[in-house]
C-alpha cells in the first residue's frame, strides 16, 4: 500500500467518523416506526370514509384525517425528542437539537401553510405531493443527523412528492398513496433508526 492510498484511507475513515459523531441521538426509532404505524391505521380510516375524495366535503374529511394522523406522528417524535432532550442529552446535544429544529422547520411550516392554502381553493389532488415533497426536503435538509439509508428514502419522498403534483386526482387521493409512503416509509427509517441505536451502544 502506497502512502497516497494510505493517506485517503485515513481521509476516509476519519469522515465515517464525523458522519458518526453528527448523527442526532434524540432520534427514537420506536417513535418514527409508530408514526408510520399511524399512517397504515389513518389509510384504513380513509378507505372505510371517503376512498377516493370527491367534492369539498370528502376533500375535508380527507384533509381531517390526515390532518390528525400528522398532529399524532408529530406529537409521538416530538414527544420522544423532548424526553431525550431532559434526560440523556449533554451540552453538545443540545445544541445539535437546536440546529435540526432549524433544518427542518421550514419546510413544515410551508408545507403547512401550502397545505391550508390548498384546502381553502379546494385543491385538495395537490396535498400528497406537497407533503411528500416538503417531507423528503425536511429529510434531505437534515441529512448529516439521520442514518445514511435515509437519506435515500428521503430522495424518493422528494421525487414522489414531484411526481403526484402531475398526477390525476384519481390517484393522488387514493387511500393507499399516503400510507404507502409515510407508512412503510418510516416505518423503514425506525427500524434503520434502532439497528443504528444498537451498533452505537
Not at 416538503?134 to 422528494?158: D, E, K, N
Request: glycine share 10%.
Amino acid at each position: 500500500m502506497t502512502d497516497l492510498e494510505r493517506a485517503l484511507l485515513d481521509i476516509a475513515e476519519v469522515r465515517e467518523r464525523l458522519a458518526v459523531s453528527q448523527r442526532f441521538k434524540g432520534y427514537s426509532g420506536i417513535a418514527a416506526a409508530t408514526s408510520g404505524a399511524f399512517a397504515l391505521v389513518a389509510g384504513v380510516v380513509q378507505a372505510v370514509l371517503v376512498p377516493l375524495p370527491m367534492g369539498a366535503a370528502q376533500g375535508r374529511i380527507y384533509f381531517a384525517i390526515w390532518l390528525i394522523c400528522c398532529a399524532a406522528a408529530a406529537l409521538v417524535n416530538y414527544g420522544a425528542i423532548a424526553q431525550w432532550f431532559v434526560s440523556d442529552a449533554s451540552i453538545r446535544d443540545r445544541w445539535q437539537t437546536r440546529t435540526v429544529g432549524i433544518s427542518i422547520l421550514p419546510a413544515l411550516i410551508f408545507g403547512a401553510a401550502f397545505s391550508f392554502a390548498l384546502v381553502a381553493n379546494r385543491r385538495f389532488d395537490l396535498l400528497p405531493g406537497v407533503w411528500y415533497g416538503c417531507y423528503g426536503v425536511g429529510l434531505l435538509a437534515s441529512r448529516t443527523t439521520i442514518p445514511r439509508g435515509a437519506v435515500g428514502i428521503a430522495a424518493l419522498f422528494l421525487v414522489a412528492g414531484m411526481a403526484l403534483l402531475f398526477a390525476p386526482a384519481s390517484l393522488t387521493l387514493s387511500w393507499w398513496v399516503l400510507p404507502l409512503g409515510f407508512g412503510l416509509g418510516q416505518i423503514a427509517i425506525g427500524i434503520m433508526l434502532m439497528r443504528e441505536r444498537e451498533c452505537n451502544v
